[in-house]
Every structure is written in C-alpha cells, then in structure tokens.
C-alpha cells in the first residue's frame, strides 16, 4: 500500500493535469508496487479534491462491465467513477474536442434513481425497484494518465478514465423494455462504426448497477435519489477527432447526437 503522502501527490498531479490537460507519466510506471486499493484512494482523493473546488458530485460511471472489454484488459471485475455536475451534456451539443485528452466514445444506459441505493446486499430487483428510468447515454473517455502501457490500476486512479457523458433519446421506467435487448447503432460521420445489445453489459445491465452499491458499502458510500449512473459500454471504445459528428441510434429508445468542435 502507498503511503499517505504518496496518495496525496498522486491525486495532486492528476487534479492538475485535469487543468492543464497534460497527462502525467503512467503510475505503475513509477510506482510499481500500487495496488488497487491505491487507486481508489487516489480516487477519493482525486474527487474531494473537485467537490472543493466546486464541482457537484451527480452520479457515478462503472467501466468493464463487458465481457469483450474485460477480455481486452485481463480484469475480471468492473470498476467505478465520479460524475460531477459539468460532466452531463444533453444530446444535440457541441464538444470540445480540446477539453479532453485522447477522446474516445461509448454506447451505454444510464439509471437515474428515484431512491437511494446502498448494499451490502443489494440486489438488482432493488436496483430497478430504486430506478426512475432508464435512458440513452454516450460516455466520452478521458485521459489524465499517458495512455502508453496503463494497467486498470491506473485507470482507477484516474476517475475510470470518466470525462463526460451525453444523454438523450426517450426515457422509459424500468420494466417498460427487456433492457437486456436494448441495441444500438454508433455512427461516425454518417458511417455505422459499432454495434451492440446492452445484455454484453453483465448479461443485464442493471447488474453493474448493484455490484456498484454493493462495492462502495465498503466505504460506507451510497447512491441517492437523482443519481445518474452510467452501466457500462456494450460497444467498444470510438476514437473520434476534431470535426467528427457523433450519431447513436437506440431503436425505440431514440438517438444521441454530438459533434467535436
């Protein structure tokens, strides 16, 4: 385990490089023994860091929670985020493309709670029990850490890579749709880039949602009435660059648009 004032630089340079948008050299690069356990620290750190400059914490993103993307980096269980108040676009928007640090787009539900949400325990009967309803969201990854090499302990650290999400298309109640069938088509400049059922999320992807709940127990930590939470991709991450125009197709669920400025 690192120590306190290892923690504290750590989640210093990355409020920092969050600023500047300069990504700070990987982490197991120079700490080679950090833990996961690390990295949450960091992570809570890293948040009241921006609680108390400002930001208002209104949810949380959980990241791996497909098979394929697990697959991909050789972890076996998800992880989570923060998503603070400045982080929540709505569909139709323009984005910065210079704002964020290597952008990448993901197709995802997000859940916005009517109750308050806290294991041990939970279940996902009370998670759709808990849920207002269930929308559309495109999540935009972000880089704090160099990209070259980074292990899921440095992906933690920086906030599961959270840099802002857009929501749209038709809100629905819970058990309006059989949300393991929810699919989705993403576009990049009017060219079908990525598909995907939302069943690749935990095979439900109200399942991310009480693993969640059940995870941040452990810290005494819950979720409350309001909260978006964002259930994890069931696509794989799209590069997107500075004039690209973003286009994800739900079906019945409606559409999401955005373009990089």
């Not at 210093?12 to 690390?38: F, I, S, W």
Request: net charge negative.
């Amino acid at each position: 385990m690192l120590d306190p004032t290892t923690i504290e630089t750590i989640a210093d340079e990355l409020v920092e490089a969050g600023r500047n948008r300069k990504p700070v050299p990987r982490l197991t690069a120079r700490y080679p023994d950090m833990t996961v356990e690390d990295s949450y620290a960091v992570q809570q750190l890293w948040r009241r860091r921006n609680e108390e400059a400002g930001r208002t914490l209104v949810g949380r993103k959980i990241g791996l929670t497909s098979r394929a993307m697990q697959a991909a980096t050789g972890i076996t269980e998800p992880d989570y985020g923060a998503i603070f108040d400045d982080m929540v676009l709505e569909t139709g928007c323009s984005v910065e493309w210079d704002k964020y640090t290597h952008p990448r787009v993901e197709v995802e539900l997000a859940f916005v709670l009517k109750d308050a949400l806290k294991g041990p325990g939970c279940t996902i009967f009370d998670v759709l029990n808990a849920t207002d309803y269930v929308v559309p969201a495109l999540e935009i990854l972000d880089s704090r850490i160099e990209m070259e090499g980074r292990t899921i302990v440095d992906t933690i650290a920086d906030n599961a890579a959270m840099g802002a999400m857009v929501i749209g298309g038709n809100p629905v109640k819970p058990g309006a749709v059989d949300l393991r069938w929810v699919s989705a088509i993403l576009y990049k400049n009017q060219t079908v880039e990525e598909t995907g059922v939302a069943a690749g999320v935990l095979d439900h992807p109200a399942n991310g949602v009480h693993w969640l709940a059940n995870k941040i127990a452990a810290h005494g930590d819950g979720m409350k009435a309001g909260d978006i939470i964002l259930a994890g991709s069931f696509t794989r991450p799209m590069w997107v660059y500075k004039g690209d125009t973003v286009h994800a197709d739900y079906g019945p669920l409606g559409s999401i648009t955005c373009r990089f400025e």
